[in-house]
T-cell receptor, first 112, second 113 residues
Framework: EPEVTQTPSHQVTQMGQEVILRCVPISNHLYFYWYRQILGQKVEFLVS????????KSEIFDDQFSVERPDGSNFTLKIRSTKLEDSAMYFC??????????FGSGTRLTVV | DQQVKQNSPSLSVQEGRISILNCDYT??????FLWYKKYPAEGPTFLIS?????DKNEDGRFTVFLNKSAKHLSLHIVPSQPGDSAVYFCAARYGGATNKLIFGTGTLLAVQP
């Protein structure tokens, strides 16, 4: 069964450093998403991406965040200057445009 | 602003019995509701959905009921199995271009053998 692949599974970074979280969506999917889950809290929408541009972003997704689809297969989330409160599980998802989409297994980001 | 609420953080059920997980929402503009299952260290896995124009959808052991007037949905699992033990998230979709999902806080289901 096709799956969304995320790397790395766990990333530890110093506060203030830049991190890039990587995702390989399912190949025929056109819609891409990032969500995050702070420990013990709900899964929160960050951003959606379609046709090489952001289609919607949440208030969490401030200027420190950016997304890119650099080569037609990868979908990345960059955090420019990490803060302690950015520590969370980050989930990439992809879909065809219908209501359900497929999530990856996540990257656990720990900012120290 | 919690638009999707799961008021029970946990639920314990005996194997073979029915599990009922509940979810409430506030926004009438949601057009689809979905249930996701999540194991530790994994991403959410789609389980079952229901359109806002339906009141019931069934898939094997899983049935979702929607009560639009009460803005309430529930997931029934029968019979419950130990492998069903996981966190269950209710999610609601805004229609339109983005398909953004709004998730509830999740309910941890423990099915006791």
């Amino acid at each position: 069964e096709p799956e969304v692949t995320q790397t790395p599974s766990h990333q530890v970074t110093q506060m203030g450093q830049e991190v890039i979280l990587r995702c390989v969506p399912i190949s025929n999917h056109l819609y891409f998403y990032w969500y995050r889950q702070i420990l013990g809290q709900k899964v929160e929408f960050l951003v959606s991406f379609y046709n090489n541009e952001i289609s919607e972003k949440s208030e969490i997704f401030d200027d420190q965040f950016s997304v890119e689809r650099p080569d037609g297969s990868n979908f990345t989330l960059k955090i420019r200057s990490t803060k302690l409160e950015d520590s969370a599980m980050y989930f990439c998802a992809s879909g065809t445009g219908s209501y359900g989409y497929t999530f990856g297994s996540g990257t656990r980001l720990t900012v120290v | 602003d919690q638009q999707v609420k799961q008021n029970s953080p946990s639920l314990s059920v005996q194997e073979g019995r029915i599990s009922i997980l509940n979810c409430d929402y506030t926004n009438s503009m949601f057009d689809y509701f979905l249930w996701y299952k999540k194991y530790p260290a994994e991403g959410p896995t789609f389980l079952i959905s229901i359109s806002s124009i339906k009141d019931k959808n069934e898939d094997g052991r899983f049935t979702v009921f929607l009560n639009k007037s009460a803005k309430h949905l529930s997931l029934h699992i029968v019979p419950s199995q130990p492998g069903d033990s996981a966190v269950y998230f209710c999610a609601a979709r805004y229609g339109g271009a983005t398909n953004k999902l709004i998730f509830g806080t999740g309910t941890l289901l423990a099915v006791q053998p």
